[in-house]
């Protein structure tokens, strides 16, 4: 059966009240539209946050709860765990199109049967059902944010505006106000991110609008019925901060969705693939190792875990994301400067991550104890190195690969090094190797480069062989 709340195409969607009437459509409430909306794709199987990785049995199962329960929602969780990106998603939970009057001077996008305010009232009320003409507002326009440092209460709320008073119209009417997004946002979304950091006069008219869903501007009331689901974003430690919030605002939110990282290291490389706006194919072609994508990736969770970060702050999957795209872009960069195709990510690639990290941590002053940004990042490179070699040795054994290595061989790294300089340093490599990395590296010299150098930079994390650095060259010693 055809949901009369959705007609399409929109050619054939009635223009004016009369036929608004006779095709069927029905007046819901916003957050009655997202719930049944919802409802009916949960039922139909279908993916209800797609591209949302590692939240299907923590995160999405909340935020179900809560739009079947019609709840204003706030999203905790520190940086980079998507809380802006599912506030977004929420828009398609709303109809494609709902009608509205489309009359002059109207400043909310009135519902056709009940409006709100005293224009819309007024010309309903002068007007028969087929001189009132009727558009359609997609789902797309009925959702608005705002991030709250420097957010005023007129930019959200409204204010008296002063050119309607010098054209005569009195203060103590609806017409002499400017409307700011929120009651704009009738019969929509409005997310308001960093709550905490919100001026306590704009949360105190939030609250009105959650107890009341009015809004009163310099002390006039607005007595009107704004609808509208409200959503917020918040890190914890802000949050919980005595007095950031107002009590009554937290205590009118209906629902709290906590939020975390990747609790897999799986699930993070998962996360880069999907967000990292990188294509490895081309005129210059770069293969990633999965072992490299572990060592990204366990860096990251390494900085997660560190002493030497601010823990409160967090460490966003920007951080990952754009760490992969630099370590692809330096391989590439290695690849046409050398015509090797394709070219393969590197360790020593990873020594061009300090300018996508730097900025995206903040560091502990407590626990640093003024190490500079990059040594917290050498560290986290080096413990991320050393973790997955581990792994790696305790599966496949670490005899058979050091053995390969004869004492008194040196070995330069470096990330403009030809591939074909490693096979001339190593005239053999270990069987395990093909095992160990999936990857045929006693084949193709640019795999095998890739190899050796995270096996040389494991043997050393586990004191197996000395390193050398010198001028932003790296030298391994087997002594």
Same mark, same amino acid.
């Given at each position: ?14 223009v ?35 591209g ?59 519902d ?20 009132i ?13 705002r ?18 008073l ?107 693939e999907?967000?990292?706006d ?15 994508? +572990? $060592? ?5 969770? *390494?900085? #997660?875990? /560190? ?6 702050? %967090?460490?966003?999957a ?48 407590m ?62 490599v ?7 990395? +999936? $990857? ?5 010299? *640019?795999? #095998?480069? /890739? ?6 930079? %494991? ?21």
């Amino acid at each position: 059966m055809t949901n009369p709340n959705e007609p399409t195409p929109a050619t054939s969607r009635p223009v004016n009240l009369k036929e608004l009437k006779e095709s069927g459509w029905k007046s819901r409430s916003v957050k009655q539209e997202i719930q049944e909306n919802f409802i009916h794709m949960l039922a139909a199987g279908e993916e209800t946050f797609p591209g949302m990785v590692g939240y299907e049995d923590t995160v999405l199962p909340e935020i179900h709860l809560a739009l079947i329960a019609g709840h204003d929602m706030l999203f905790m969780g520190e940086k980079g765990q998507g809380k802006s990106r599912m506030m977004r998603m929420m828009v398609r939970f709303l109809d494609e199109a709902v009608p509205y009057l489309n009359i002059e001077g109207c400043p909310v996008h009135e519902d056709p049967y009940h409006p709100i305010t005293a224009v819309g009232k007024k010309f309903v009320a002068e007007h028969g059902d087929e001189e009132i003409p009727i558009a359609w507002w997609p789902r797309q326009e009925r959702y608005a944010e705002r991030l709250a440092p420097g957010t005023k209460f007129a930019d959200v709320i409204g204010e008296i505006d002063p050119a309607k008073l010098a054209s005569g119209v009195s203060m103590s009417t609806e017409e002499a106000l400017h409307f700011g997004l929120i009651p704009r946002m009738h019969r929509g979304i409005f997310a308001m991110n960093e709550l905490p950091e919100l001026d306590e006069l704009v949360q105190v008219g939030l609250f009105n609008m959650l107890e009341e869903r009015d809004v009163q501007i310099r002390g006039y009331p607005v007595n009107f019925d704004i609808d509208l689901v409200l959503l917020f974003s918040a890190n914890p430690s802000t949050f919980n901060r005595s007095g950031k919030v107002i009590p009554q605002l937290k205590d009118r939110i209906g629902t709290v969705i906590h939020t975390h990282y990747p609790r897999q290291r799986d699930l993070g490389i998962q996360i880069i693939e999907q967000e990292a706006d990188v294509t490895l194919d081309g005129e210059y072609p770069v293969v990633m190792p999965y072992f490299m994508k +572990e $060592v990204l990736e366990q860096i990251t969770e *390494a900085a #997660r875990r /560190s002493k030497f970060v601010d823990q409160q702050s %967090g460490v966003s999957a920007r951080f990952s994301i754009a760490n992969y795209s630099t370590v692809i872009a330096s391989a590439r960069h290695r690849g046409i400067l050398l015509n090797e195709r394709p070219a393969v990510v590197r360790l020593s690639d990873f020594g061009h991550i300090y300018s996508s990290s730097l900025g995206k941590l903040e560091l502990d002053m407590m626990g640093s104890h003024q190490m500079s940004e990059s040594q917290v990042l050498d560290a986290l490179i080096a413990e991320a190195v050393g973790t997955v070699f581990q792994e790696y040795i305790q599966e496949h054994g670490l005899e058979q690969i050091a053995e390969i290595f004869q004492k008194g061989v040196k070995i330069e790294v470096g990330d403009l090094l030809p591939s074909d300089y490693y096979g001339e340093r190593l005239k053999r490599v270990p069987p395990v190797w093909d095992r160990a990395f +999936e $990857v045929n590296a006693s084949e193709n010299p *640019a795999m #095998r480069a /890739s190899c050796v150098e995270f096996v040389l930079a %494991g043997l050393y994390a586990v004191d197996r062989i000395s390193r050398a650095q010198q001028h932003g060259k790296i030298t391994y010693e087997f002594e």
